[in-house]
C-alpha cells in the first residue's frame, strides 16, 4: 500500500469537506457519513491485511474536483459496502484435522 496516495486522499478529502462545512445552505450529513464510513472500513481493511487500493482511489476520485454529486457519494458508498461485507464475512468452515 502507498502511504503517500493514502495520506493525499484524505487530506484532499478533508479540504473538500470544510468546504462544504464552511458554504451556507449545504447539508453536511451525507458527506461526513459517507467520509466516516470510508475511512472506517479503509481502516480496518488495513488492520485486516486487506488490499484497500481501490476503496482509497475511489475515495480520492470522488472528492477529486471539490464537492461531489449524490450519484458519486452512492457510487463510493457501494464500493465501500463491497469491502465492508469482504471484512465482516465469516470465516470458512474448519478443515479436517484443523484446531479451533
Do not use: C, W
Not at 470522488?62 to 464500493?79: H, I
Amino acid at each position: 500500500m502507498d502511504i503517500h496516495a493514502l495520506l493525499d486522499a484524505f487530506g484532499n478529502v478533508a479540504s473538500v469537506v470544510k468546504t462544504i462545512a464552511d458554504t451556507p445552505g449545504i447539508n453536511m450529513i451525507p458527506y461526513a457519513s459517507t467520509v466516516s464510513s470510508a475511512v472506517s472500513a479503509i481502516q480496518a481493511g488495513i488492520r485486516l491485511g486487506e488490499n484497500v487500493t481501490t476503496q482509497i482511489n475511489a475515495l480520492r476520485d470522488t472528492f477529486a474536483n471539490g464537492v461531489p454529486t449524490k450519484a458519486q457519494l452512492d457510487a463510493l458508498d457501494a464500493r465501500i459496502e463491497t469491502l465492508r461485507a469482504k471484512i465482516h464475512s465469516p470465516l470458512p468452515e474448519k478443515e479436517e484435522g484443523e484446531e479451533d
